[in-house]
Structure formats: C-alpha cells, structure tokens
C-alpha cells in the first residue's frame, strides 16, 4: 500500500503498541534543555530509574543562558539554579552536556542539525514544542512535555497515537528577499493556528525543493504554530551533502549504508493525505504579524483587518487593544522600539548573512534597541569569521553570545511594556517577550530594515540601485 | 499519578479560543516556583500590578475553582508542562474545551488533569449554564459514566478514548505501563544494530 514518508519512518520506529492503542515509537536522538531536565532528572532519581540510553541523550544549556559577552553561571543569578542542575544531572546519568562554556553550545534545534546528530529517517525528540524543527532534515520531530521526557529518558521509546497526515505544496519561485519565514508565516495565515491538530505535515513542491537545508529547518520551525506536533521535507542529495562530514553523522562505510537507504526516504506517488494545503508562492512578499498568534499575518503592503471574524469581536478588540493598533492601519510606517534578529527560527548563518545585507555601511534608528543572538557558537564563530560580527555592531547591534534570548525570555532578556518589537522568533503571544511588549514576527531582512529604518518597512526597496 | 474517578466543584468561564501556554503559566525563572501564582500571571493583572476584578479567577466566587470552561484550541504554543502543574496547584481537576492543542492534551492526561472535548450545541448549553450559574453551585463530572451535571439542564455526555479514561480512572504510571514492553524495546534496539547501526549509535567522529 501507498504510504507517506511520515509513515515509512514512523512504522520503522514502531516498537510496540499498548493494550491502551498507544504506538511505543523508538526515539533516536533525544536532546534536553535545562529548562525543563532538570525536573526529570529530579523524578528519575526519587522512583530509582536509570536514563536507557545516555549514548543517545544530549543536554543543552539555552533557554537561560545569558547573551552577554563574558557570561557565566552567575551572570544572571536566576539562570544559575538551571545550569548547574542541568549539568549535575547530565553528570549523574552519564549525558554529554554542551555546557554554556561550550565552543558547540547554542540552541539545541540549531546545534543538533548542525553537528550531525540529526539524521534524515530517524525519529528525535525534545522537551520543548520547536523540536519540529529538524523535519528540514526529513527527520521525524516530537515536542513533548515534562513526564514524556522522563518517559523516553526511561524507556527510550515514546506512546502516541499516530497522528493523521498533511501534505502543503508550496510551488513557485520564491521572489528576492523573500524568506523561508515569509512562506511559513503565509501558510500559518492560511490554514489557522490550529490548521495542523492532530496531524504530521509534509511540504512539498517546487518551492521546497529549491530551498536551502537552514530554509527548510525555518519552514519545519512553524509547523508547531498551526498546531502540527512533526514537520518535516523529504531528504535529498542536497540535505545528504549538508550532512556529509558532520562530526556526529555516520562516517566511512557505514555513512555509504546509511545514504544508501536515505535515497528510498520519500512519499510513494500515489500516498494519500488526510489533508492537502497548496500554495503558490511566487507573487508573495515579505510578511509580516499584526496581532497576538501568528496567523494575524499580512503582507509588508497590508493592513490590520477592518473587521473581526465572525464571532471573535471581542477577541479581536482585545487584540488591536494589545497591540495598539486600529483596524485598517497600514503596518509599514509603524515606529518601532526594538528589534530582535535570533531564536530557533531564524539564528543560522544565512539568517545572519541576510540581515548583513541589509545593515552593511547603515545605522540602526536612534532609540531602537536592536540584538542579534546567534543559534548556536558555531554559527558565532562562523559568523565571525566573515565579519558579519564587525557589520552588526558598526551598525548599532548588539551581539551576543548564542541561546534562546528573547524568543520567550527565559534568560531575562526582555522588553518593556508598551515596546513594539521586530522579531524573528516564532511567536507574537501576548507577554511572550516582556509583559506588554508588542512582537511582530518577520524574516531576518525584513528585521534588520525595521532596525535601520526605526520603522515597519518593505525591505525590497533598500537593495535597490544594485547594492 | 492521582486517578480521576468523580469530581464536584466550582465550574469557571474563560470562554476564548487559542489560549496558549504562554498565558496560562508564564515562563518562569525560578527551578521550583509557586505553581499557583503562575496561573493566568499575566493576564489577571491590570497594567498597574493589580489584581483586574474582572478576571474571572479573581472573583471571589471562582477562588476555589474545579472546573474550566474554555474555547478551542486551549493550551496551544510551548510544550511547558508548567501550564498543567498551574492549574493542577490551583484545584483544577477537568478542563472542558472545544479542542485541545495537541501536546497539552498529552500533559493534562499525564498529571490526571481531565480534558474533555465538548463541541456545538452541547458545549453553548455548558457554557450558558456555567455563566448563569456563576459559581454559586457546584458541578459534578463522572469519568466512569461519561457525564457532566449541575444546575441549569440535563446531564451532558462526552466522549473520550476509552484507552485514555481507563488511565485517568487506574491513575496509571506511563513509564511502568510501557516497561512492560521491555523486551520489545530491546529486541528493537538489537534488530536496528545490525539493520541501521547508525540509528543505534552517536559517536563524535572526532574523539
């Protein structure tokens, strides 16, 4: 029988099913963060169970890491009790750390693809909701909660239900200086944040296929925005050559056997899907979020809607309330107080690359704050190495050392009520970012223009004239 | 985990779609914080730092509260199961939504918090009832006989699988219920070491 990849790989993994219906599915790779470890680590240790398979576990410390040059334990003193739980727990159970004075820290769906550890085909899962992210890889992703991660530290396998499937065909050509992000924020925009419940989505298309392996990671990010738990591409040659030489991918013979099965990793012709999305690409431009999820999305030429949906009257007052917006504004024009360049979404050396272009030989706005957190110290040093460090910060940047920062705050980096920020982060909620602060979620282009222009603008028109 | 087998309590109204984790229990930067205090910490306060009495947890009617009537897609965003263990610390035992996001569910059925999916013209009868009756009677839901009574109107079924009920009713641990496959998941682990070996090992070519 015709079957998609999603079940190709999940049928692989199955272990077992419960005699409650519940599929045990084989986990590969788990990565921790110390968020949320520290207190599996705490309820493994009371009921006396040993984490199965330390070889496949991996901690990272970036939810509270401090951003600030120099950093340490006790920079910001309510990270502390989390990094040095995070790292006597990874110590007890035998879990290689990448502790905050790691050359290979960093945000743990940026560090896992980038160091190999991520492979096409094979499962992986991460106490936190963005796991989808390594889907770009045509791994399959789960985000789970507290007890599920002391479940698969404990047994190595998660139960779930099998989800249905989604395919969303992206076609076209995608214009200059529109991103990955814009495409996802389009595709959140049309099918709703709850679009993707209870299904594992597949893209598709034309689109895809042509994009970069950190565009596709971007796209896979905001699976969990619309609700879908896994989100993933097929692998291709050019994702086998992103992998190839990766310290942690398989090297030699046995990276010859594992590309060797890669290659059959796709959905059959004829696969049926539980539901179909198209969209078609070409003519879209920069985008851009006007409310509190990130389905209130437009284009950079839009405005907030005049009217509510049907029914959510009040939630839409509530809403514009927030944000300070009336219904029918233009976005662009908008001043803005902050700007954010970082997080799971849009922290890769491309994202840098592409707020670059925009910042070389400019300034950011008098009073705008704006930061750049790179995903991970690799992409830091690499970073650097080109000078992109050197382009931010004659431009007004700051530059940090990599983590989440401000995508939720959990660091302390944060703004101020009232603040209007431009961020490329991946998700707009109220207070997400600071209590009251006004999030608009964008590309790292369309970021880094609102940077220098102080204002909400279309990033297309300051590349013109050929620079 | 606690079973669930019957509960009498106070029914409250929060009746929006899409409310998200980030709402229900703000990220917290302390290991082990006052979970209860977390709970809707943003929202039920007023720009000044009081306390919003139109809020309905800040009613004193709803100070003991049981029972959550919310609308669709409740608990979508992060994965922290923080916004489980908020409403657990403050007495919440069921939440009655029209849909749940996918990894809250999951958390709620974990911790013995009842997630039940109520839709159309059953879910605008509670609503309208629990509204009217504004705390000043209790509501009871019986996980053995699939019902929800109170004030206002019949007793309302609802479904819910049964794999998940006999859990919430047993009170059942996850982790020994699955090491029961124990054999299973090492046959596995031994079958893809031959089939796929680099599934079965993560080793950093560089040491």
């Given at each position: 029988?015709?079957?998609?990849?999603?079940?190709k790989i999940w049928d692989v993994h199955l272990v077992?099913?419960?005699?409650?219906?519940?599929?045990?599915v084989y986990i590969d790779r788990h990565?921790?963060?110390?968020?949320?470890?520290?207190?599996?680590?705490?309820?493994?240790?009371?009921?006396?169970?040993?984490?199965r398979r330390p070889d496949l576990t991996f901690?990272?410390?970036?939810?509270?890491?401090?951003?600030?040059?120099?950093?340490?334990?006790?920079?910001?003193?309510?990270?502390?009790?989390?990094?040095?739980?995070?790292?006597?727990?990874?110590?007890?159970?035998?879990?290689r750390?990448?502790?905050?004075?790691?050359?290979?820290?960093?945000?743990?769906?940026?560090?896992a693809?980038?160091l190999g550890m991520v492979l096409p085909g094979a499962t992986h899962?991460?106490?936190?909701?963005?796991?989808?992210?390594?889907?770009?890889l045509g791994a399959l992703?789960?985000?789970?909660?507290?007890?599920?991660?002391?479940?698969?530290?404990?047994?190595q396998v998660?139960?779930?239900?099998?989800?249905?499937?989604?395919?969303?065909?992206?076609?076209?050509?995608?214009?200059?200086?529109?991103?990955?992000?814009?495409?996802?924020?389009?595709?959140?925009?049309?099918?709703?944040?709850?679009?993707?419940?209870?299904?594992?989505?597949?893209?598709?298309?034309?689109?895809?296929?042509?994009?970069?392996?950190?565009?596709?990671?971007?796209?896979?990010?905001?699976?969990?925005?619309?609700?879908?738990?896994?989100?993933?591409?097929?692998p291709?040659?050019?994702t086998f050559?992103?992998i190839a030489g990766r310290p942690w991918a398989p090297q030699g013979a046995a990276w010859d056997t594992a590309l060797a099965h890669w290659r059959t990793l796709?959905?059959?012709?004829?696969?049926?899907?539980?539901?179909?999305?198209?969209?078609?690409?070409?003519?879209?431009?920069?985008?851009?979020?006007?409310?509190?999820?990130?389905?209130?999305?437009?284009?950079?030429?839009?405005?907030?809607?005049?009217?509510?949906?049907?029914?959510?009257?009040?939630?839409?007052?509530?809403?514009?309330?927030?944000?300070?917006?009336?219904?029918?504004?233009?976005?662009?024009?908008?001043?803005?107080?902050?700007?954010?360049?970082?997080?799971?979404?849009?922290?890769?050396?491309?994202?840098?690359?592409?707020?670059?272009?925009?910042?070389?030989?400019?300034?950011?706005?008098?009073?705008?704050?704006?930061?750049?957190?790179?995903?991970?110290?690799?992409?830091?040093?690499?970073?650097?190495?080109?000078?992109?460090?050197?382009?931010?910060?004659?431009?007004?940047?700051?530059?940090?050392?990599?983590?989440?920062?401000?995508?939720?705050?959990?660091?302390?980096?944060?703004?101020?009520?009232?603040?209007?920020?431009?961020?490329?982060?991946?998700?707009?909620?109220?207070?997400?970012?600071?209590?009251?602060?006004?999030?608009?979620?964008?590309?790292?282009?369309?970021?880094?223009?609102?940077?220098?222009?102080?204002?909400?603008?279309?990033?297309?028109?300051?590349?013109?004239?050929?620079? | 985990?606690?079973?669930?087998?019957?509960?009498?309590?106070?029914?409250?109204?929060?009746?929006?779609?899409?409310?998200?984790?980030?709402?229900?229990?703000?990220?917290?930067?302390?290991?082990?914080?006052?979970?209860?205090?977390?709970?809707?910490?943003?929202?039920?306060?007023?720009?000044?730092?009081?306390?919003?009495?139109?809020?309905?947890?800040?009613?004193?009617?709803?100070?003991?509260?049981?029972?959550?009537?919310?609308?669709?897609?409740?608990?979508?965003?992060?994965?922290?199961?923080?916004?489980?263990?908020?409403?657990?610390?403050?007495?919440?035992?069921?939440?009655?939504?029209?849909?749940?996001?996918?990894?809250?569910?999951?958390?709620?059925?974990?911790?013995?918090?009842?997630?039940?999916?109520?839709?159309?013209?059953?879910?605008?009868?509670?609503?309208?009832?629990?509204?009217?009756?504004?705390?000043?009677?209790?509501?009871?839901?019986?996980?053995?006989?699939?019902?929800?009574?109170?004030?206002?109107?019949?007793?309302?079924?609802?479904?819910?699988?049964?794999?998940?009920?006999?859990?919430?009713?047993?009170?059942?641990?996850?982790?020994?219920?699955?090491?029961?496959?124990?054999?299973e998941i090492a046959d596995w682990e031994k079958r893809m070491r031959s089939e796929r070996p680099w599934l079965q090992s993560a080793q950093d070519a560089r040491h």
């Amino acid at each position: 029988m015709a079957q998609a990849l999603f079940d190709k790989i999940w049928d692989v993994h199955l272990v077992a099913t419960r005699p409650d219906g519940r599929d045990l599915v084989y986990i590969d790779r788990h990565v921790l963060h110390e968020l949320h470890a520290p207190h599996a680590f705490k309820k493994l240790a009371q009921a006396g169970r040993p984490v199965r398979r330390p070889d496949l576990t991996f901690s990272m410390q970036d939810h509270t890491v401090p951003t600030a040059p120099g950093r340490g334990d006790f920079t910001n003193a309510q990270s502390t009790p989390f990094l040095q739980a995070m790292r006597e727990g990874s110590r007890q159970n035998g879990i290689r750390l990448f502790d905050i004075d790691d050359p290979e820290q960093g945000i743990s769906h940026v560090v896992a693809p980038e160091l190999g550890m991520v492979l096409p085909g094979a499962t992986h899962a991460v106490p936190d909701s963005h796991a989808c992210t390594v889907g770009g890889l045509g791994a399959l992703a789960f985000g789970c909660g507290t007890t599920e991660l002391e479940h698969i530290l404990a047994t190595q396998v998660i139960a779930l239900k099998r989800p249905k499937r989604m395919r969303i065909r992206l076609d076209g050509a995608l214009a200059p200086h529109v991103s990955a992000k814009d495409v996802a924020l389009r595709v959140i925009g049309e099918v709703g944040v709850a679009g993707g419940r209870g299904h594992a989505v597949e893209y598709a298309g034309t689109a895809v296929e042509a994009m970069s392996i950190e565009s596709r990671l971007t796209l896979c990010n905001l699976s969990i925005e619309m609700g879908a738990r896994s989100g993933l591409v097929a692998p291709d040659e050019k994702t086998f050559a992103w992998i190839a030489g990766r310290p942690w991918a398989p090297q030699g013979a046995a990276w010859d056997t594992a590309l060797a099965h890669w290659r059959t990793l796709a959905s059959d012709s004829d696969a049926v899907f539980d539901r179909e999305v198209m969209l078609h690409c070409s003519a879209l431009e920069p985008q851009i979020t006007w409310g509190t999820d990130p389905s209130q999305v437009v284009g950079i030429s839009g405005r907030v809607p005049e009217l509510a949906a049907p029914g959510q009257e009040s939630a839409f007052r509530r809403t514009l309330d927030y944000m300070g917006l009336a219904p029918g504004m233009a976005l662009a024009g908008l001043t803005v107080d902050r700007v954010f360049i970082g997080s799971c979404t849009n922290s890769r050396l491309p994202d840098l690359q592409a707020a670059a272009a925009v910042v070389r030989g400019r300034h950011v706005a008098e009073r705008v704050i704006a930061m750049v957190v790179p995903g991970s110290s690799t992409v830091k040093r690499e970073a650097e190495a080109v000078g992109l460090d050197k382009v931010f910060r004659a431009a007004g940047f700051f530059w940090g050392e990599s983590g989440c920062s401000m995508c939720a705050g959990g660091n302390g980096d944060r703004g101020a009520a009232g603040e209007r920020c431009v961020s490329t982060t991946n998700r707009n909620f109220e207070g997400r970012q600071g209590k009251g602060v006004r999030t608009h979620l964008a590309s790292p282009a369309s970021a880094a223009a609102a940077a220098i222009a102080g204002r909400i603008v279309d990033v297309r028109p300051m590349f013109a004239g050929g620079s | 985990m606690q079973p669930f087998t019957r509960l009498t309590g106070v029914a409250v109204p929060l009746l929006r779609d899409d409310i998200n984790t980030d709402e229900i229990a703000p990220i917290n930067r302390d290991l082990n914080p006052d979970w209860a205090a977390l709970l809707f910490a943003n929202t039920r306060k007023r720009a000044d730092g009081s306390d919003d009495p139109e809020f309905p947890l800040n009613k004193p009617q709803f100070r003991r509260p049981s029972i959550l009537i919310t609308g669709r897609n409740f608990g979508c965003g992060s994965s922290r199961e923080g916004a489980v263990w908020a409403m657990l610390a403050t007495g919440f035992r069921c939440i009655v939504a029209a849909s749940f996001a996918d990894i809250y569910r999951e958390n709620c059925l974990q911790n013995g918090l009842l997630p039940i999916e109520l839709k159309g013209a059953d879910a605008e009868a509670f609503a309208a009832r629990v509204v009217a009756t504004d705390g000043a009677a209790p509501f009871a839901v019986d996980l053995e006989l699939q019902l929800i009574s109170g004030p206002g109107g019949e007793a309302i079924a609802f479904d819910i699988l049964p794999a998940d009920r006999m859990r919430l009713l047993e009170g059942l641990d996850d982790i020994d219920f699955t090491l029961k496959h124990a054999q299973e998941i090492a046959d596995w682990e031994k079958r893809m070491r031959s089939e796929r070996p680099w599934l079965q090992s993560a080793q950093d070519a560089r040491h």
